[in-house]
């Protein structure tokens, strides 16, 4: 009997142990939820930190890029433009597509998330009611000299006559050859038309006169006539390896034959 009951004693210790034991087992999973595949990720915050918080910033923190939470922008732009930018780029420029259609890695469905996501967050509903901003992209044709009268009347309080700059704002050169060789003119019309951190928009350069969709177009195209033709490109072309230019691998310094003395 008291061998019987020394046995069962023995049994139900080791099995508590082999418990024990698997819960901790080396490779085994633990309660933490698995890490999703970059294609299953769909939630705003994480899907905007991963794709475009690097070069076009938040809310808190400006980027290098267009900002893309303007209110103003985001309400000019619409969920459609947003959504066609995102899956194509911009080509020639430094943004690249971020939909599958168009050589990206952001499915469908993430693309619209964005899209929407940024509307939502970022966007003011009903911002631009009533008022007529002129459209995201030009569809009148330019005129450079008016596009500098232009300049004169809505800008040069800030940026200078000419474009050079303000010290005592401390306003860079907006002429500048490299600058203009790193930003397109869409970029230019974005910025004229949705302003930036310290910069009105379309609507408050003059007080209660809006710029017309005209004189941003005339603007953009006086801006761009600056443009040098030397000026830096933003994607320079990798050259190409001709047979002249590869040079042959080798095995390293060659030794001179051991000593036969």
């Given at each position: 009997?008291?061998?019987?009951?020394?046995?069962?004693?023995?049994?139900?210790?080791?099995?508590?142990?082999?418990?024990?034991?698997?819960?901790?087992a080396?490779?085994?999973?633990g309660?933490?939820?698995?890490?999703?595949?970059?294609?299953?990720v769909?939630?705003?915050?994480?899907?905007?930190k991963?794709?475009?918080v690097?070069?076009?910033?938040?809310s808190r923190?400006?980027?290098?890029?267009?900002?893309?939470?303007?209110?103003?922008?985001?309400?000019?732009?619409?969920?459609g433009?947003i959504?066609s930018?995102?899956?194509?780029?911009v080509?020639g420029?430094?943004?690249?597509?971020?939909?599958?259609?168009?050589?990206?890695?952001?499915t469908?469905?993430?693309?619209e998330?964005?899209?929407?996501?940024?509307?939502?967050?970022?966007g003011?509903?009903?911002?631009?009611?009533?008022?007529?901003?002129?459209?995201?992209?030009?569809?009148?044709?330019?005129?450079?000299?008016?596009?500098?009268?232009?300049f004169?009347?809505?800008?040069?309080?800030?940026?200078g006559?000419?474009?050079?700059?303000d010290?005592?704002?401390?306003?860079?050169?907006?002429v500048?050859?490299?600058y203009?060789?790193?930003?397109?003119?869409?970029?230019?019309?974005?910025f004229?038309?949705?302003?930036?951190?310290?910069m009105?928009?379309?609507?408050?350069?003059?007080?209660?006169?809006?710029?017309?969709?005209?004189?941003?177009?005339?603007?953009?195209?006086w801006?761009?006539?600056?443009?040098?033709?030397s000026?830096?490109?933003?994607?320079?072309?990798?050259?190409?390896?001709?047979?002249d230019?590869?040079?042959?691998?080798?095995?390293?310094p060659?030794?001179?034959?051991?000593s036969?003395r």
């Open positions: 009997m008291k061998t019987s009951l020394r046995l069962l004693i023995a049994v139900v210790a080791l099995g508590s142990l082999a418990a024990i034991g698997c819960k901790g080396p490779g085994k999973p309660p933490e939820p698995e890490v999703p595949r970059p294609d299953q769909t939630d705003f915050p994480t899907l905007y991963t794709n475009c690097a070069c076009h910033g938040d923190h400006p980027g290098a890029a267009v900002s893309i939470v303007n209110p103003v922008l985001l309400a000019v732009l619409g969920e433009e959504q930018i995102l899956d194509h780029g080509p420029k430094l943004m690249p597509a971020f939909g599958k259609s168009g050589g990206g890695m952001l469908e469905q993430q693309v998330v964005l899209a929407k996501g940024l509307i939502s967050t970022y003011k509903p009903g911002l631009l009611d009533g008022q007529n901003p002129p459209p995201f992209k030009p569809i009148l044709h330019p005129d450079a000299a008016a596009g500098q009268k232009a004169a009347a809505y800008c040069s309080s800030c940026h006559a000419a474009g050079e700059g010290p005592k704002l401390k306003l860079g050169s907006i500048d050859g490299q203009l060789g790193l930003i397109s003119d869409q970029e230019l019309r974005s004229v038309i949705a302003g930036a951190p310290g009105p928009d379309w609507r408050s350069d003059v007080a209660n006169h809006p710029m017309t969709d005209q004189e941003v177009t005339d603007v953009v195209a801006l761009s006539s600056r443009r040098p033709a000026a830096p490109v933003s994607n320079p072309p990798v050259p190409e390896a001709t047979p230019k590869i040079r042959p691998l080798t095995a390293g060659k030794h001179a034959p051991a036969t």
